[in-house]
């Protein structure tokens, strides 16, 4: 039997994206993207429940993620659901489960960002703490 993985989300950036770079020089870019829901209870009452989301852009998307998307943007993105563990600074291990994006369409209009933010310390490719 085969298996699927995979993602597809439209929500909303509740943050601009952070891009990083890794030693070896890949982009790595993380975005935090909300998605609401609505619908009525059994009572009849309107309820609006919104879900948060974690995603990790590599290589080229995250330039473009880096480059085009802010705070409030639409977004669409596909991709795949990924676990992993690390030991984070305090020696403590901490599990986190993220989008990995393989596709990104921006909804809305793309105006590259003016101001260039700087350079941030490159990571270590093995325990990407994001």
Do not use: C
Not at 8 to 30: E, F, H, M, Q, W
Not at 58 to 74: F, P
Not at 115 to 127: G, K, L, V
């Amino acid at each position: 039997m085969k298996s699927i993985n995979k993602v597809t989300i439209l929500g909303r950036l509740t943050k601009d994206p952070t891009v990083r770079y890794t030693p070896s020089g890949s982009a790595v870019a993380n975005l935090g993207i909300a998605t609401n829901e609505s619908y009525k209870d059994k009572a009849g009452t309107p309820v609006e429940k919104t879900e948060f989301h974690d995603v990790v852009l590599w290589a080229r998307l995250a330039e473009i993620a880096g480059e085009y998307l802010k705070k409030g943007n639409s977004v669409y993105i596909e991709g795949k659901l990924q676990t992993r563990k690390y030991t984070n600074k305090t020696g403590q291990e901490v599990k986190v489960t993220e989008i990995v994006g393989n596709d990104l369409i921006l909804l809305d209009k793309a105006e590259k960002k003016t101001e260039t933010p700087a350079p941030e310390a490159p990571i270590d490719d093995e325990s990407i703490p994001f």
